[in-house]
């Protein structure tokens, strides 16, 4: 009853699979046996499913089409039927997006060399000091999409990890976000009206209350008792009052 | 650094007293060649020890800045020179981390200088940091990037169509790093949105423009053979 199930990625999509085959099985991509690629690659995903694999529909579609193509051209007489069709032949359509796809992916692969070796190289943030320079901006639009504050996000932890000295020991301690809310709120009467994301974590130093504090915040805007806004250099901002209406 | 600007911007003048001086003294003069040349090396001279101050400052302010980067607009706007002098600077200031007896380098990758460490120092750094990975994107996201890099700006449908597969949670996956973005809509039928890659997509993959990328490979009949017998 409970089968065993996983989705495995080997392949990227139904083409790079075509490819796989079609290099495997040695055979002419200029004057493709599609014969051969389409009983390749019903076998490859019969064996797929005989190993509970799922099989993505993208697989399912292309293959439709690969029949469809067999199908036509077992049917006698029907062949005049793909040579006066106003469509270009299914075949030489496959094998352009095969030509197309194998550019893309061998363009990625220099891609990833490139990215591979800047990964060796490291920066440091911006100077701390300079946030007591910055000039406070009263006015804070509102705009931006949820994928601004994850980006921003991501860069507040980043260098929160970066600032913060390692612990070697590891306490459990329940944080409620209810407590530090409470805790939020009576910080912000010590804070300029508008502040950064940082100034709220000055007490913080591992991750759940770091999360506790995000969760707070996001509370504290849901109830229009702060706005945010997130800059151009990813920095959130919130300023007190927000935009209640 | 307040002084400091005002100091330089005392030294321009200068520069250009002591020029007119050598051109007056030019004119008026067959006496002898050695005051003139004597004008001339101290102009060079001064301008030279400007450059040097310049360079510090702009050393100074690259520092500061960390991975958020420096543009040239940023530099001649916050240092009062023209683009021109800020590219002069940036190159020289460039070269002088070249050599491999410094640690880190300046790089400029899409629009922004910055400071990185050289890659010889990573393998030492993982041990300081007990780093153990190094962030890797699948092969799926590099298609993808590939793809948007080469025929940008680019629609969701059109990308699907040379990967055959869905590329809906890929593009939020991407932009949410801040590799693409969306650019404006297509014309097609219902206005979709267009991606281009953006400023840290170059950083990412160092380059300095899209021109960088290498040619895409041509594929014909005649190089068929190399590509899947290889």
């Known amino acids: ?245 | 650094m307040n002084e400091d600007m005002n100091t330089i911007e005392n030294n321009l003048p200068q520069i250009e007293a002591n020029e007119t001086v050598e051109a007056h003294e030019e004119k008026n003069v067959q006496l002898s060649m050695d005051p003139s040349i004597q004008e001339e090396e101290e102009a060079k001279l001064a301008q030279k020890e400007n450059d040097v101050k310049l360079k510090a400052i702009l050393e100074g302010l690259l520092f500061l800045v960390g991975d958020d980067g420096l543009t040239v607009e940023q530099a001649s706007k916050s240092m009062d020179i023209s683009t021109k002098k800020a590219e002069q600077l940036f190159d020289a200031l460039q070269k002088d981390y070249v050599d491999d007896s410094r640690g880190f380098e300046i790089e400029r990758y899409g629009s922004r200088y910055r400071f990185l460490s050289k890659a010889f120092v990573h393998e030492a750094a993982k041990k300081l940091f007990s780093i153990d990975k190094i962030s890797k994107l699948s092969n799926a996201a590099l298609e993808t990037l590939a793809i948007i890099a080469y025929k940008q700006p680019i629609t969701r449908v059109e990308i699907e169509e040379i990967r055959g597969v869905g590329a809906d949670v890929m593009i939020r996956k991407l932009e949410a790093r801040g590799l693409i973005k969306e650019e404006g809509r297509s014309d097609a039928p219902g206005r979709p949105f267009l991606y281009s890659v953006t400023d840290e997509f170059m950083d990412a993959f160092k380059l300095l423009s899209l021109d960088e990328l290498p040619d895409l490979p041509e594929f014909n009949k005649d190089n068929n053979d190399d590509l899947f017998h290889s």
């Open chain 1, 1 to 245: 009853m409970n089968e065993f199930k996983v989705t495995i990625d080997t392949f990227d999509g139904p083409l790079d699979l075509m490819l796989h085959l079609i290099k495997e099985k040695q055979l002419d991509l200029m004057n493709l046996d599609m014969n051969v690629l389409t009983d390749q690659y019903i076998a490859y995903l019969n064996q797929m499913e005989n190993l509970h694999l799922e099989i993505a529909s993208e697989y399912l579609s292309e293959l439709a089409t690969l029949i469809e193509y067999k199908s036509k051209k077992m049917l006698p007489g029907k062949h005049e039927d793909l040579d006066d069709s106003y469509e270009e032949d299914p075949k030489d359509r496959l094998v352009k997006r095969l030509l197309e796809y194998q550019q893309f992916k061998e363009a990625s692969e220099d891609l990833n060399a490139l990215y591979e070796s800047r990964q060796l190289q490291l920066s440091r943030p911006l100077s701390d000091e300079v946030d007591q320079w910055m000039k406070e901006d009263e006015s804070l639009p509102y705009e931006g999409n949820p994928y601004d504050l994850m980006r921003a996000m991501k860069r507040v932890m980043m260098r929160m990890r970066l600032s913060v000295p390692q612990e070697s020991t590891y306490t459990v301690k329940e944080v409620s976000m209810e407590d530090r809310e409470l805790k939020v709120r009576a910080m912000l009467d010590k804070l300029p009206k508008t502040f950064r994301f940082e100034n709220l974590l000055e007490d913080v130093h591992d991750m759940p209350m770091f999360i506790a504090t995000f969760l707070s915040v996001l509370d504290l805007a849901r109830q229009h008792t702060l706005a945010f806004t997130v800059d151009e250099n990813d920095v959130i901002w919130f300023t007190r009052g927000g935009n209640a209406e």
